[in-house]
Every structure is written in C-alpha cells, then in structure tokens.
C-alpha cells in the first residue's frame, strides 16, 4: 500500500452473526407492532390470492347460469366477494405502510442516537485512528442503506415469499398435473436465486467498503483544504479520490452486471413456463380434463407466481447493502473504550489538586516507550513547565493527566486516588486540558466560552472574558458575545480563539489546569495579555504548562526539562537558568538570542 493510500487496517471484521443480532436488538422494543404486522401482511396476500380463485369460479360457475338464463346469484356473490378482497388487500396496505413506516423511523432514531453516543465515549486512541471520514460514512450512509431496507425491503421479501408459497399450493390444488409441469420450472429459479444471492453478498460488502473510502477521502481533502492547497497537492489527492472513484464505479458496474444476468433469467423462465401451461393446460381443456375457469386461473397465478422474483431481486439489492452497513456499524458499536470508568468510583468531595505519576510506563506503538518509568510530583497549587525537545514527552504526560489515555505500568493520581477508580465525569470536572488546537464549535462566542459550563449566566462569561484579557477584541466584533464564530471557529483569527480557549477553561474552573501549547498561536501583545490573565487563572489551582515559549514558563514556579521521558532537571525557572552548563539555561539563552 503506497504511503498516502487511505488506511483500511482499522476496519475490522464482524463475526459471523453479529449484524443480525443488531438489526434483533433494534426490533425487539417493537416485537408486538412487528407481529401485528405480520399478522396483516399474511391476511393481505391470502385477499391478494384469493382474487384468481374467485375469478375461476366466476367463469365456471358464474357464467353459465347467466347463459342459460338462470339464476345468477353465484355470480352476484363472487362479484362481491372480489369487492371485498380487493378493499381488504388496499385496506390492510395501507395500515401496514404507515406502521412500519412508523416502527422503521422509530428503530433508525434509535440507531443514530447510539452510534452517536457510542462515538462520543469511545477513547482518545480509538479517534486517532478511526479518521472522521469513517465516522461520516458510519452516521451517514451506512444508516441511510439499513433505512432503505426498512422502508422497502421487509414488505417485499415477506410478500414475495408468501406468493411463492401460496400460488404453488394453489397451482398443486387447483389441477395437479399442469400444475407439477409448471412447477418445474422451480429448479431452475433456485439455482439461479443461490447464485445470485452468493455473487451479490460478496459484491456489494465491496460497494461498502469502497463507499466508505470515497468518503473518507473526500473528507479529509476537504478538512485539511487549506494545507493541500498550500502544499500543492490538489493533483495527488485529486489522483488518489479518482482511484478510488473508478474502483467504486466498477463494483457498481458489477452489481450492475448481476441484476442485468438474474431479472431477465427470471422473466425468461417465467415466460417459458407461461407458455408451456397455456400449450398444456389448452390441451387438457379441449380434453375436457380442465375448465376454462382453472385454466384462466392458472395463468393468473403464474403471473402472481413469476412477480415476486423481481421483489427478491431488489430486496438483495438492499438486503446486501444493509447488511454490510449493518456489519460495520456492530463493529463500531462493538468496540470497548480503552478508557473506562470503574465497576465501583471512588467519588471526589473536595479536591485539593495534587498529582502523582508512580514509575509510569507508556508507549503509543510496543517496544517504543515514551515514557519508560516515570516518577513525579506535583504539589496542590503549585504551578510547573515542562520544556524539552519535540518527542520528550510533555504531551504525554498532559494526556495522562486528563487520562485521554491509561499507562501500561504505574499510575497517575490525583489527591492519592488512581485515576482509574475515578468516574471520568468527574474527573474532568476537575481536571481540564487547553490544547493548541482550540476546537471552535458552531455558534456564538458566548456558547463557546460556556461550552464546558452550559449553565454560565452572561455575567460569569463576560467576567471569564476579562480575566484572560478577551473581553476587548469580542467587545469589538460585529455583534459582541452574540457574535457567529463560523465553521471550526473561522472568523476568529488563531490568537482569537485561543482567547476564548482561555476563557471557556476560565469559566470551568477547574482544579488541575493543563495547558498544551495554548499560547503558540498568540502574538507578542496577546501573549502579553494572557501571561498577565495566567497569573489571576493560575492561582490557587494546580497547573502544568507545556510551551516552547520561555516567557510563558516564566511564570511559573518549577520547570521539568525533560529528554526520552525523563527528568533531566527539576527546579525554579530562576535557579535553572543561572546554572553553568544545564540544560534549560542553554535553552533559554538559546530563545533570548532568537528575541535580538
């Protein structure tokens, strides 16, 4: 697989089984209503068969009295009883529709509200490693294919197989001989239905994968629009969707190929049989073995018998692509977050903010640790830097303060407590991480400030804007807190939205404060604010600062440099800084030249 191919090694397997007992697990708030319908559905097609019997004996009963002058009565009530049918079949089609119209929509709510759900608690590693575009194509199209089976799938196979079962019986009952020779045609249609089935399931578990990476890389080219064109590779993703575009249109065509060999075969024996009862059944009515009525009848029910190939040969269609639907999506619902909360948490009353790391051991890929036995303390409220190179492992240890992942040896704990016994709702009521990235979600600026305390009055999230010195450039927007901030955040500038970052972890109030990179995106006069904004939302909490920029460590009252996971030097920013030949005093005068 080339470099920039998309990754399918995270699309796992359903076991065998596992997407049917979803699709049961949907169904069974509404086993009644199903039954129910059932139960309508089979009282519809016994009105639907019935309509070739009465026309039989219209003709062979019916008729001739009226030739013969006589009475017609017989006549009367087969005109009737077809009236009946024909209102009772509309009658019951109508109720079916319109509850299983109902139960579908019911189970499709359902499943989006779970497959929602589900994303939102699976872990930190799990995102990183399932793109969005999967995510996308699971909410999206996958679903739309199990609504499609909902809408129209169950009505037309559950039909078509009681007309298939009824009409042979009836055939059978009706005259045995011309109905053994138009049932051996049955062979045939199995042979052709398996072969079918077993080419279709194959073909479209292809379409659904194939799908899923259309729309995956469509996505990710569209998120990261902004780097493929500052790197200039519209033509390379360009090549890449079109790769992925042409083998999507050839399993189409496939599909395609299967539905075009099977429904003329289907029509052409049902043509063939059609014509053999018409030559036989003509002759065994010139015999006089057969009336008129049973020979009308019989080619009624061929009709009925024949249509319902043409159902089954849609309903694969949808089934199949269902099904794969269905399977990718038990798969997502199957997965367990790495990160899960206790049978029994240990409930947090008041937190004073001390963290520990006991000889942690971590690594994202085996036999590559990060940190290979970490030992660290943090006193409640004290506030500490770490510095070091790209790859020491400061946003590790970020990331296992708010537990986005769990060491593999050690633990992390907060006030003595491993943060595994913790519930993480509570957890990260206390602890809150401000990364560089500051997600902007749609809405005002205001709703993204209280993002973290949806309760905030306007008062306490204008206070939050001034104490990290936010409050004058949201004043000055078109609309001031009611202001629009656009997709991801768009009509702020970075500096801007790192404010409001600010802001919304001000409002939280956390006790542990984390903050990865939070200040990269401010400018000179910004970070100027923030740095005098830290001061007021440091105090009194236990925060732990990771920057490249030495003026933000500044403030702080101890500095970890650290190298391979390791603590290279502990201590004050002043005490390091004037120690001949350490590491971080080489550092900072390193960024003090960079200042000149």
Known sequence: MQEDQPDTSVEKTAAPGQARALLWDLLRPHRATVAVLAVAVIAENVARLAVPRLVQIGVDDGVPPLRDRRDGSTLTWVIVA???????QAGLRMFFLLRSGRVGQNVLLELRRRVFRHFGTLDVAFHDRYTSGRVVSRSTSDVEAIQEMLENGFDGLITAVLTLIGTAILLLTLDLKLGLVCLLSFPFLVLLSLWFRRESAAAYRQVREISALVIVQFVETMTGIKAVQAYRREPRNQQIFGELADRYQQINIR???LVAIFMPGVKLIGNLTTGVALLYGGYLAMRGEITIGVLTAFLLYLRMFFEPMQEITQFYNTFQSATSALEKLAVVLAERPAIADPATATALTQVRGEVAFEDVQFSYVEGRPVLPGLDLRIPAGQTVALVGTTGAGKTTIAKLMARFYDPQHG??????????????????????MVTQENFMFEGTVADNIRFGRPEATDEQVRAAAAAVGAAAFIEALPEGYATDVAKRGGRLSAGQR??????????????????????SSLDIPSERLVQRALRTILADRTAVIIAHRLSTVEIAHRVLVLEHGRVLEDGP?????????????ALHRAWVESLA
């Open 82 to 88: 077809l009236v009946v049918a024909l209102l009772l």
């Open 498 to 519: 790192q404010l409001v970052a600010f802001a919304r972890a001000f409002l939280a109030d956390p006790d542990v404060l984390i903050l990865d990179e939070a200040t």
């Open 573 to 585: 920013p002043a005490e390091l800084t004037s120690a001949d030949g350490g590491r971080y005093a």
């Open 411 to 432: 633990r992390v704990t907060l006030d003595g407590h491993d943060l595994r016994s913790l519930d993480q709702q509570d957890l990260r009521r206390h602890v809150v």
């Open 255 to 257: 599909t395609m190929r």
